[in-house]
């Protein structure tokens, strides 16, 4: 008989969410100054602007990672010392939807996007909720769901970082740490439960030179983020072969169309 585990307490769920909210919902109506940090280099100057709302961000982020601990803690097949693989697409949720929160002056695109990062956040961390218990019937699909979601999450990174207009070594730094992020989870999810730290950080590597190459084309925010999601995506299909002993030819298909297909969707949308 099929295992059906049990959901996160709504209780505990709305109120990790609605505290994520409120955060992002009370900073719009905060003004502070931007303080700005040099940083000297050899023969090099970097200003650095220190705002408030990256430090909302930053917070949010690990209230979000602390929420799902706390929200794990709970369920009954929840392993002593392990969760940490849970805390991942939580807290970059909980980033990402600042970035667009952020970006849109206040009106109905602003509390579209403020509802769908609500609802993205309760699916998020009810799926991971899900796969604490590998033998919950439920479990596979719930995977399938945080790999995807964690897809589409990068997609929003990469066009709202785009779209914000900021500086090289900020939009740098936000992908490198997105695609690492994304890599942990998903290879964890793909890879029978390990960590695969060397491989998610070569290619964030690999995704902050693509990245800044595409930085100096003229690309909309949309063709940007569609680009980087094909390649994102294409690079763990062929990572995860690879890991798994059996790469041929023939596994180069799928991540080829998949690219393919986002090429071609960028250049419509051009």
């Not at 919902?25 to 003004?31: D, E, G, I, K, P």
């Not at 709302?53 to 979000?64: G, Q, R």
């Not at 369920?75 to 990402?96: D, I, R």
């Not at 297909?261 to 051009?270: K, S, V």
Request: aromatic share 10%; with cysteine.
């Amino acid at each position: 008989m099929e295992k059906r585990g049990c959901l996160p307490d709504p209780d505990q769920l709305s109120m990790v969410t609605g505290i994520i909210l409120i955060a992002y919902a009370v900073s719009q109506y905060l003004v502070v100054p931007v303080n700005t940090i040099g940083l000297q280099l050899p023969g090099l100057y970097i200003p650095i602007d220190f705002q408030f709302k990256n430090l909302v961000s930053i917070t949010v982020a690990i209230l979000a990672a602390a929420g799902m601990d706390w929200i794990i803690s709970s369920h009954p097949e929840k392993q002593a010392g392990g969760g940490m693989q849970h805390w991942l697409l939580p807290a970059l949720s909980a980033w990402v939807i600042g970035i667009p929160l952020y970006s849109i002056p206040a009106g109905i695109a602003w509390w579209g996007v403020f509802i769908f990062g609500g609802l993205l956040m309760l699916v998020v961390i009810t799926s991971e909720f899900i796969t604490v218990d590998p033998n919950d019937n439920r479990s596979t699909l719930a995977g399938i769901g945080l790999s995807a979601l964690s897809l589409v999450l990068f997609l929003i990174l990469a066009t709202s970082i785009r779209a914000s207009g900021v500086r090289l070594y900020i939009m740098a730094t936000a992908i490198g740490l997105g695609s690492v992020l994304v890599c942990l989870r998903v290879f964890y999810l793909r890879s029978g439960y390990q960590w695969r730290y060397a491989w998610s950080i070569g290619i964030s590597l690999l995704m902050v030179q693509i990245a800044t190459g595409f930085h100096y084309l003229p690309l909309s925010s949309v063709q940007f983020g569609l680009l980087l999601v094909g390649l994102l995506y294409g690079l763990l299909a062929i990572s995860e072969s690879i890991l798994q002993g059996h790469f041929a030819r023939r596994d180069l298909i799928e991540p080829g169309i998949v690219i393919l297909l986002t090429a071609i969707m960028a250049l419509l949308l051009g």
